[in-house]
């Protein structure tokens, strides 16, 4: 028998029961369907998380701090290391360690990221505000995928370069009560200005003694609601001689440390197996692409979970189309008997009984798919309409996607269903296919 007159003939025997075959379908539409809805909300969830984790967009960067893990705090005063000013067995960032850190395969850059100690209060006309000052040892901050809103990136010596909160942190000292405040500057009004840097340091008795640095701001930050929106970024050789002044002695970072390193891998699949081999060394290392890979294993669990709830409408389905098709076979007794009586074979029989329960299971499937890839709209849409206004109060991201369907669901599902009905009637038409034509001819 030719394929298509098998097709053919599933189809027309399929119409001659229409009522039967709609009600067994209906059972597939709605595991089927519960299959896609349910995946699509583990989906929808699982972008939305990471869609609106703050500052984990850079999933090649790595933070590395100096290691803790040989430290034992005990109950009372922990003893403090004069010279690194931390506890006795803390491992510290030293210029070797950079050179180690350099060396791991796959590792693209390696910088150095240093605090001041000192108090920074930074004046632009009458406004002020105390930014979080950053020494780096990189010429261009686009080497950190900063990217930048006005101005540049670039840091050249006695500039400066921005985060996006540090302008909205600006405020009036000399405000009175009452007395509306200014507006805070734009990055087109202070990019390209000069700034005055206060920076405070303390003497043993507590008088406070100032320095003021004159920069020039090159350039904003666009907003990546991460650590460096608070930021003020100046040249590592220049906060140096800030720090020495603030210390009143030279820094030797072999003997005292980094405040922390910042490495970037040449490929994300390359980051947590670089960070555990930094951790390996001692130190404590921390990447945002250990934490997406946690939040996705959740979330791949979760799938699993639903797309089992749905699995199992399915398979009271599969249980339908087996009773549907044993009572078919049983009706149709001596059609069967007369077929293999004209020539049919036993695989004839067979083809066309499997295809029977295999066009039930597709034509569920089909109706699955447009019911769950309806209803995902569906919710999508109420989500957007009703929940929107109530998912963040002060303001900010928005609520994400509640359901998303992948073009490979659909596709998953009308294959699965089509095969879930073709294995329910493989018993049954088993059955069909060995029957005695005799035996069938007189069946009653």
């Given amino acids: 028998m030719r394929f298509l007159d098998l097709v053919r003939l599933i189809f027309d025997n399929l119409g001659r029961r229409k009522g039967r075959v709609a009600l067994t379908a209906i059972g597939v539409v709605i595991g089927?369907?519960?299959?896609?809805?349910?995946?699509?909300?583990?989906?929808?969830?699982?972008?939305?998380?990471?869609?609106?984790?703050w500052g984990i967009s850079d999933l090649k960067r790595i933070d590395v701090y100096p290691g803790w893990s040989e430290v034992n705090v005990g109950p009372g005063p922990v003893a403090v290391d004069p010279v690194t000013g931390m506890p006795p067995g803390v491992k510290i960032l030293t210029p070797k360690t950079v050179e180690e850190i350099r060396a791991m395969p796959g590792v693209a850059l390696v910088s150095i990221r240093q605090n001041l100690s000192?108090?920074?209060?930074?004046?632009?006309?009458?406004?002020?505000?105390?930014?979080?000052?950053?020494?780096?040892?990189?010429?261009?901050?686009s080497a950190y995928e900063y990217k930048a809103q006005v101005g540049t990136t670039q840091l050249e010596r006695g500039t400066a370069v921005v985060g996006s909160w540090v302008l909205k942190n600006f405020y009036d000292p000399r405000l009175r009560p009452g007395q509306e405040p200014p507006p805070p500057p734009t990055p087109q009004d202070i990019v390209g200005q000069?700034?005055?840097?206060?920076?405070?340091?303390?003497?043993?008795?507590?008088?406070?003694?100032?320095?003021?640095?004159?920069?020039?701001?090159a350039g904003v930050l666009?907003?990546?609601?991460?650590?460096?929106?608070?930021?003020?970024?100046?040249?590592?050789?220049?906060?140096?001689?800030?720090?020495?002044?603030?210390?009143?002695?030279?820094?030797n970072f072999n003997k005292e440390g980094y405040n922390q390193l910042l490495v970037r891998a040449e490929d994300p699949?390359?980051?947590?197996?670089?960070?555990?081999?930094?951790?390996?060394?001692?130190?404590q290392a921390s990447t945002p692409q250990s934490f997406v890979e946690g939040i996705n294993s959740f979330f791949v669990v979760l799938q699993l979970v639903f797309g089992g709830i749905g699995a199992i409408s399915l398979l009271v389905a599969a249980i339908g189309i087996a009773n549907t098709m044993t009572m078919a076979i049983l009706e149709r007794t001596r059609e069967i008997g007369l077929m293999k009586a004209i020539g049919a074979t036993?695989?004839?029989?067979?083809?066309?009984?499997?295809?029977?329960?295999?066009?039930?299971?597709?034509?569920?499937?089909?109706?699955?798919?447009?019911l769950g890839w309806g209803g995902s709209y569906a919710i999508n849409f109420l989500a957007t309409t009703f929940l929107a206004g109530q998912s963040n109060p002060y303001g900010g991201l928005g609520p994400g996607i509640a359901a998303a369907t992948p073009v490979w669901l659909p596709v998953f599902a009308l294959v699965f269903s089509t095969l879930v009905g073709l294995l329910s009637g493989l018993y049954p038409s088993l059955q069909a296919a060995t029957l005695v034509p005799v035996n069938a001819l007189k069946y009653e």
């Fill in 32 to 53: 089927t369907a519960s299959v896609i809805l349910l995946v699509s909300l583990a989906i929808g969830l699982q972008r939305s998380a990471t869609s609106q984790l």
């Fill in 118 to 141: 000192g108090g920074a209060l930074l004046k632009y006309g009458k406004m002020e505000t105390w930014p979080w000052i950053q020494g780096v040892d990189v010429d261009d901050l």
């Fill in 194 to 217: 000069q700034v005055k840097l206060e920076i405070t340091k303390w003497t043993e008795d507590g008088q406070a003694i100032t320095r003021t640095v004159t920069l020039r701001i």
């Fill in 222 to 251: 666009e907003e990546a609601r991460a650590e460096q929106d608070n930021a003020m970024f100046v040249r590592f050789d220049e906060l140096m001689k800030w720090e020495e002044w603030v210390r009143g002695k030279r820094v």
């Fill in 269 to 283: 699949s390359q980051v947590v197996d670089i960070a555990d081999q930094i951790n390996a060394l001692g130190y």
């Fill in 346 to 370: 036993n695989r004839d029989v067979l083809s066309i009984f499997l295809g029977e329960a295999a066009g039930i299971g597709l034509i569920g499937g089909i109706g699955g798919v447009i």
